[in-house]
């Protein structure tokens, strides 16, 4: 996904469903976008499998199909994969190391990462 598809998918997991409009207003803060590239971005997002349009009333809206930990989990694989050559270890001793993590985000992730051996 885009950044954009990434603020209009986060808007929609958030609201659950929405129309175009509601979104442009819900995302003029952050993009300050216009309703026209609002509803652009959904027809292309709708094409992809995304997110589903539906006619209610005389108005559109629209609901995510893509869940956010299915995307998060796309979003993740293509990085390991693109950035670090498909592995993990490396790609989160980057992230540890990059991201200054506290000593709690650490033990947090000593902890899932030690659950996932055991398993």
């Known amino acids: 996904m885009t950044d954009a598809q ?5 808007a929609l997991w958030t609201a659950g469903s929405s129309s175009a409009s509601d979104l442009t207003s819900a995302l003029k803060e952050r ?5 026209s590239t609002v509803k652009t971005q959904l027809d292309r997002m709708g094409k992809a499998g ?6 209610q009333g005389g108005v559109w809206t629209y ?3 893509l869940s956010r930990e299915c995307a998060r989990r796309s ?3 293509r990085f390991r994969d693109v950035v ?6 490396p790609a989160l001793a980057f992230a540890a190391q990059e991201e200054g993590m506290s000593d709690e985000e650490r033990q947090t992730l000593l902890e899932l990462i030690e659950g996932e051996e055991n398993t």
């Open 6 to 10: 990434w603020d209009i998918m986060d």
């Open 31 to 35: 993009r300050g976008w216009a309703y």
């Open 50 to 55: 995304m997110v589903r349009a539906e006619k």
């Open 63 to 65: 609901t995510p199909v």
């Open 75 to 77: 979003a993740w694989e």
């Open 84 to 89: 670090f050559g498909g592995s993990a270890a």
